[in-house]
């Protein structure tokens, strides 16, 4: 609405109506104009001259105009400066912070998995061992370290509870349950050495494609 009050301004001006007459005669003159003796040729040049005149009022005439528009423009751009270094310092602050937090993600993730690594290779090296010293000692083949004979199953034992009263009159029964504490995991039978899932997984995750005593192979899932 501004710029079409500002167009209706200049186009209403008396120097604007004085420049569209000098333009339309210097523009039929010049249209019609064949310079063959001294006397066209200098009225080319005055043609020319006036010409110029003419861009020069509508310069002068735009300038006055657009002068105050390109101020008030500044205005409004020096007003909204600092806000826009202020969001544009916040839009880099939480850029920084997300990357700060991914790369402390990765960290965390990459210990992970060199914990999970090492405990893989503590737990292949102590079989390897277990699997040497059974070997040494009863002289075994392989296939007869790796499936040990089936345990003895003991028979459970039942205790009767034993029933005590607490200061505040309440009755309770104490019970007696076997507890299972690992000494030496070494010695354990094979039997109860169960396969660390979550390490092997993650060792697939990072590329392992061949495992003693595992099939890795690939599917297709939807997501």
Known sequence: MEENNTELAIVR???????L???SEASCAIEELVVNSPETFALAGELKETVG????MLSDLQDAFTRPLNEKKQSYIDA????????DGLKRMAGEKAIAWKQEQDRAAAAEAARLQK??????KETRRIEAEQKAKGNLAPQQVLVPPPMPKAAPVAYAPTTIKTSIGRTQAVHKDWKLEVTD?????REFMVA?????????????????????FEVETLR
């Open 119 to 124: 405990i893989e290779d503590d737990r292949a």
């Open 196 to 216: 660390d899932m979550p390490a092997l997984n993650a060792a697939v995750r990072r590329g392992a494609r061949a495992i003693d005593g595992c099939r890795i």
């Open 53 to 56: 005149r003419s861009a020069k």
């Open 80 to 87: 909204c400066r600092p806000f826009l270094l202020k969001l």
């Open 21 to 23: 007459v000098k333009v």
């Open 13 to 19: 001006s008396p120097k604007w109506a004085e420049m």
């Open 185 to 189: 995991v070494g010695k354990l039978p």
